[in-house]
């Protein structure tokens, strides 16, 4: 069992930023990839941003990329958000995911354990 509890949420003017963290409990952490994945009011949870094991290598949704990045400290047990520039649309629940492929996963069924997620609203 992996547990994971993401906090950083919060409102933000269009143009601001916000970190989410996600801290990881019980199995290894550094077996997982992790991933950042946000739930819109009325729409499907989709895939953010993903980071491999080592973190070496990350891969983002093409509605994020440039703006957000995502980072590990596997010393730590965390995976952090790093969310710039955000848009009203960005507005959803952001949930952390651990997958136990250890490789970059982009789907939602790749990832076994999930926290509760954190609110982000972006106002106009």
């Known amino acids: 069992q992996v547990q994971l509890v993401e906090s950083g949420g919060g409102l933000v003017q269009a143009g601001g930023s916000l970190r989410l963290s996600c801290a990881a409990s019980g199995r290894t952490f550094s077996n997982y990839a992790m991933g950042w994945f946000r739930q819109a009011p009325g729409k499907e949870r989709e895939f953010v941003a993903a980071?491999?094991?080592?973190?070496?290598?990350?891969y983002y949704a093409d509605s994020v990329k440039g703006r957000f990045t995502i980072s590990r400290d596997n010393a730590k047990d965390t995976v952090n958000l790093q969310m710039n520039s955000l848009k009203p649309e960005d507005t959803a629940v952001y949930y952390c995911?651990?997958?136990?492929?250890?490789?970059?996963?982009?789907?939602?069924?790749?990832?076994?354990?999930w926290g509760q997620g954190t609110q982000v609203t972006v106002s106009s």
């Open positions: 995911a651990a997958s136990p492929r250890g490789m970059l996963a982009v789907a939602r069924n790749q990832y076994e354990y």
């Open positions: 980071i491999r094991w080592s973190g070496g290598s990350a």
